[in-house]
């Protein structure tokens, strides 16, 4: 290769390369585009929709309905298939209502991802840390078009995301993870839905379905969940890389109340749940497989210490190292 072309291949090759970069760049600012309409579109559209919700070997079939009322959130979440329960989120309570156990538990709401809308809050931001983002095509699901957003993991501490966002709505219509071999781990995708005005809050989707479930006796349980606690005796000073703590609560709520510490680590998407319980019982040593789901427990200290979410296994291992401290 004479000088010349060396010095001509140099130069395409840096122009390919700044193309390229340019073309990434581009994509990335295109999905922080379409995520940001889809954040605030979740809460403040009106829709009511089916969907099915796959993770392992199980199929859940839901029906959503979402409408905003001059700032007024009321969502509805309700089991198609399998045993009859409801979720119904306002602007400050989740309620819970299992006809087969005949309760209806409220709490205050404080933690988002109680629900359909509350599942699609996402942090940019810590995001743009632990992902790569990127607008790469179009599709269609529930014979609408949309556009589809890439979330690749910098590392092997968390899964990969694909999401459908709606083109006309900006609503979630389809959500896939996947694991470091690029199998399907769970997947979320609207079968149909309404989307506009006319869709309206109708009461409970339970009484539709049948009159006589809501008029059985039940127990009704209200709590005030506790505001996420600073204080702790443990010390999570090896978390996974990206993820933070984004609650911790004192106890479990609700007609069998457990005094149960609960944190909730998060990286933006992807989150698992740590439990610590004082007991003498080995309840979990090591890992465990529960479909979408992987678990981790040790027992420190009197302590059974169990890691739970739909991350790579290797990511809840850091609790064998926890710490207590002896005040």
């Known amino acids: 290769m004479t000088r010349n072309n060396k010095r001509l291949f140099v130069t395409l090759w840096s ?29 403040e559209t009106n829709y009511d929709g089916n969907f099915v919700y796959l993770h392992g070997d199980n199929i859940e079939s839901l029906r959503t309905v979402h409408t905003n009322i001059n700032g007024h959130e009321i969502e509805r979440l309700f089991s ?6 409801e ?18 538990a409220t709490t205050k709401r404080l933690l988002n991802k109680q629900s359909f809308s509350g599942f699609f809050v996402l942090d ?38 694909r999401l459908h966002v709606d083109d006309e709505s900006a609503l979630p219509l389809q959500w896939e993870m996947f694991d470091q071999q690029q199998q399907l781990v769970s997947r979320i995708m609207f079968t149909s839905i309404s989307i506009g005005n006319n869709v309206t809050d109708s009461g409970s989707l339970l009484e539709q379905g049948d009159s006589d479930v809501i008029k059985k006796k039940s127990t009704v349980i209200t709590t005030t969940e506790q505001l996420p606690d600073t204080n702790s005796k443990w010390s999570f000073d090896k978390l996974p890389r990206g993820f ?5 609560r004192q106890g479990i709520p609700g ?23 004082q007991t003498d019982k080995v309840r979990l040593n090591g890992n465990a497989h529960l479909g979408a789901l992987n678990a981790y427990g040790v027992f420190v200290n009197g302590h059974q210490v169990t890691a739970v979410g739909e991350v ?16």
């Open 15 to 43: 122009v390919a390369a700044l193309l390229i970069a340019s073309h990434l760049q581009a994509g990335s600012r295109q999905a922080s585009y379409w995520l940001e309409k889809m954040m605030k579109a979740v809460h």
């Open 124 to 161: 940019l931001k810590r995001i743009e840390q632990n992902y790569e983002i990127n607008l790469t095509g179009r599709g269609r699901i529930a014979d609408r078009s949309t556009n589809i957003i890439d979330f690749v993991p910098r590392d092997d501490l968390r899964y990969g995301f």
């Open 312 to 327: 790579p296994a290797e990511t809840l291992a850091f609790i064998s190292e926890l710490v207590i401290s002896d005040d």
């Open 87 to 104: 979720i119904v989120r306002d602007n400050e309570t989740v309620t819970r209502i299992l006809p087969n156990d005949k309760t209806i």
């Open 244 to 248: 933070v703590i984004k609650h911790h």
């Open 255 to 277: 007609k069998k109340a457990r005094n149960i510490e609960h944190y909730i680590f998060s990286d933006g998407i992807s989150s698992f749940s740590v439990y610590i319980e």
């Open 80 to 85: 198609l298939n399998g045993e009859a329960r």
